[in-house]
């Protein structure tokens, strides 16, 4: 279980802060933004390339990079999502994975389809209530979830949340109010974009660096924000952790007395299959996600 609970923790986080990222688009320009995953791509790549060009370390590495994304999210929509919303969601949607597309075929032809890894120090594990984790894996977790919990009081305690929590609710009257309403905007898709390369980012140093990085979130991250209810952040968190726990659980119980034998396990590659067998009985029961009351607001 300690194992199931440190893998939940890590992947979980960075699940999260992709699907939060999702969640507050949806909130202020009311479509589903499929680039999101994309923004983890480019995050994650973006380190390769300050580390080749600036080489300052992963850390400025890791700033430059997100910073880079998140003001190309806000590009992204000035050129383009703010003349396909002009026709309605759904071409926005449609128009956003047409975009995840291109990022990824241009990636492709500038790197090749060969994985990358970041040049980091080996770390050995360390045994932490029987799981064993590396201290790189700690700081994952630990960022992850700073980041989170800072969002979450910016968006209850601050001006800046309170617009962005006007806008998500009605944005006419919003605007009608005084609130720069196009200000918001940008401010959130940067802030979408920054979520999407700090996720990109923790994979990289948690894992390799590939083209199809983006493509293999879309689900859960499409997933923890519909479960969690579109709009509303804290549902996306919760759902996020929910479903990569119910995945690593399921991978670690032996079915063995169920079906006969004396041990079966399930195969890792069902392990995303599970999260969807509880996101459509959930649905089933509570068609608004987890957080359904506040699926409207940021």
Request: aromatic content about 6%; proline content about 2%; overall charge positive.
């Amino acid at each position: 279980m300690a194992e199931v609970i440190a893998r939940t923790l890590i992947s979980g986080s960075e699940v999260a802060l992709i699907a939060v990222g999702m969640t507050i688009v949806f909130g202020v320009s009311r479509f589903a933004n499929v680039a999101q995953v994309e923004f983890a791509t480019l995050g994650a790549y973006g380190v390769l390339l300050a580390g080749s060009v600036v080489g300052g370390g992963i850390v400025l590495d890791s700033v430059l990079s997100i910073g880079v994304v998140g003001a190309l999210a806000v590009v992204f929509y000035r050129l383009l999502f703010v003349r396909l919303l002009k026709r309605d969601a759904a071409t926005a949607m449609i128009g956003s994975l047409a975009l995840s597309i291109v990022i990824g075929a241009v990636i492709l032809m500038l790197t090749g389809p060969d994985a990358k890894t970041l040049e980091l120090p080996l770390e050995r594990g360390r045994d932490i209530a029987g799981a064993l984790v590396t201290p790189r894996e700690i700081w994952i977790v630990v960022i992850g979830v700073a980041v989170l919990a800072a969002l979450l009081l910016v968006l209850r305690f601050t001006s800046l949340g309170r617009s962005i929590r006007a806008v998500s609710t009605n944005r006419d009257l919003a605007q009608a109010t005084g609130i720069d309403v196009r200000r918001v905007t940008d401010i959130v898709w940067c802030i979408s974009g920054c979520l999407g390369a700090l996720a990109g980012v923790l994979l990289a140093v948690d894992s390799q660096i590939s083209v199809e990085m983006g493509f293999s979130l879309l689900l859960p991250v499409f997933a923890a924000a519909l479960l969690g209810g579109f709009g509303s952040v804290a549902g996306a968190i919760a759902a996020a952790y929910l479903l990569v726990f119910i995945e690593n659980l399921a991978v670690h119980i032996d079915f063995g007395q169920l079906v006969g034998s004396t041990s079966a396990h399930l195969i890792p590659g069902y392990q995303p299959a599970v999260g969807f067998v509880i996101l459509i009985l959930i649905l089933l029961v509570r068609p608004q996600g987890i957080f359904g009351r506040t699926a409207r607001r940021a």
